[in-house]
C-alpha cells in the first residue's frame, strides 16, 4: 500500500497570516505538508525521481512554474487573480478582490505615508543604479592601427 505523499504549502501574500493552502490546490490544514525549502533541500539530497516518490507531484510542477512575493510581487499577485478568476470558477470566492479594494481604500486614506514611500523607493533604486554604473569598467577607446 502507497503512503500518502507531502504536499508543498503554496507562498502566501504577506497580509495573509492564515494556514494557506498546497500548491495543488488542497487545505494545508488536511494534509502532510513541506515548505518550499524543504522541497528544495529533499530534490538535493534524493534526487528528482526519488523525491517524486514521496511528493505530490502537482505540487512540485506548481512550485516551479510560480514565483513567489519576494523574487516578485508583481507574479505573486498574477497567480492570486488566475487562481481567483481563472477558468471561470465560482468557487474560489471573491477574497483578493476584496483585499485590493481595502488596500486601495488604505491608500486612500494614508495618501502621503504612500506616496514618501514610493518616492523613497524611488530614490533607492536610482541610488543604486547609479553606484552600479560607477562601478562597471569603462569602454577603452578603439585602438586604430595603420594610416590614411
Not at 495573509?16 to 487545505?27: L, M, Q, V
Not at 513541506?34 to 510542477?61: D, N, P, S, V
Not at 478582490?97 to 514611500?117: G, K, Q
Request: proline fraction near 5%.
Amino acid at each position: 500500500m502507497k503512503e500518502p505523499v507531502d504536499h508543498i504549502l503554496r507562498p502566501q501574500l504577506p497580509w495573509r497570516d492564515h494556514g494557506g493552502i498546497t500548491e495543488c490546490g488542497y487545505d494545508g490544514s488536511k494534509v502532510k505538508i513541506i515548505t518550499r525549502a524543504e522541497y528544495i533541500e529533499r530534490r538535493k539530497e534524493l534526487g528528482q525521481q526519488r523525491t517524486a516518490m514521496f511528493t505530490c507531484m502537482t505540487c512540485a510542477e506548481t512550485a516551479t512554474r510560480w514565483g513567489t512575493w519576494e523574487a516578485d510581487p508583481r507574479k505573486a499577485l498574477e497567480r492570486e487573480i488566475h487562481w481567483e478568476t481563472g477558468w471561470a470558477r465560482e468557487d474560489r470566492g471573491i477574497r483578493l478582490r476584496d483585499e485590493l479594494l481595502a488596500i486601495a481604500e488604505l491608500i486612500e486614506n494614508h495618501r502621503d505615508e504612500f506616496d514618501a514611500h514610493l518616492a523613497l523607493t524611488e530614490q533607492r533604486r536610482s541610488w543604486n543604479d547609479m553606484k552600479t554604473a560607477a562601478l562597471k569598467p569603462k569602454p577603452k577607446a578603439p585602438i586604430i592601427r595603420g594610416g590614411l
